[in-house]
Nanobody
C-alpha cells in the first residue's frame, strides 16, 4: 500500500508560479516511478509529468514542456511539480500517482495509487 498526500495548490495570476508537493508513505519510495496528472471540470484526467524511480528520467506533456519541472527527493519521500508561467488553461485539480508496475508513464490506468488532489486556479 502507498499513501499519497498532495499540497501546494492555490490561486495564482497568469504568469505566476506554484510548487506542488506530494508526500508518500508505505512502500519504499525509491522503488517506483511517480506521475502528476490533472483534471479540469468536464474533462478527462490528463498526463502532466512523470519521473523515474531514480529521478534520472523525466517526461512531460507537450502542453507543459518548458514551463513545468518534476523532481523527487527520495530521502524525503516527496515528489514535486514546479509550475512556472502559469496560464488560465492550467486550472485543474492536480493529482500525484504512484506507478509500482513500471508501465507506460503517460496512461493513468498504469498507475496504482492516487492522492486526493489539490486545486490549482490560474486567473487571467
Amino acid at each position: 500500500q502507498v499513501q499519497l498526500v498532495e499540497s501546494g495548490g492555490g490561486l495564482v495570476q497568469a504568469g505566476g508560479s506554484l510548487r506542488l508537493s506530494c508526500a508518500a508513505s508505505g512502500r519504499t519510495f525509491s522503488s517506483y516511478a511517480m506521475g502528476w496528472f490533472r483534471q479540469a471540470p468536464g474533462k478527462e484526467r490528463e498526463f502532466v509529468a512523470a519521473i523515474s524511480w531514480s529521478g534520472g528520467s523525466t517526461y512531460y506533456a507537450d502542453s507543459v514542456k518548458g514551463r513545468f519541472t518534476i523532481s523527487r527527493d527520495n530521502a524525503k519521500n516527496t515528489v514535486y511539480l514546479q509550475m512556472n508561467s502559469l496560464k488560465p488553461e492550467d486550472t485543474a485539480v492536480y493529482y500525484c500517482a504512484a506507478d509500482l508496475r513500471g508501465g507506460s508513464y503517460y496512461y493513468k490506468d498504469e498507475y496504482d495509487y492516487w492522492g486526493q488532489g489539490t486545486q490549482v486556479t490560474v486567473s487571467s
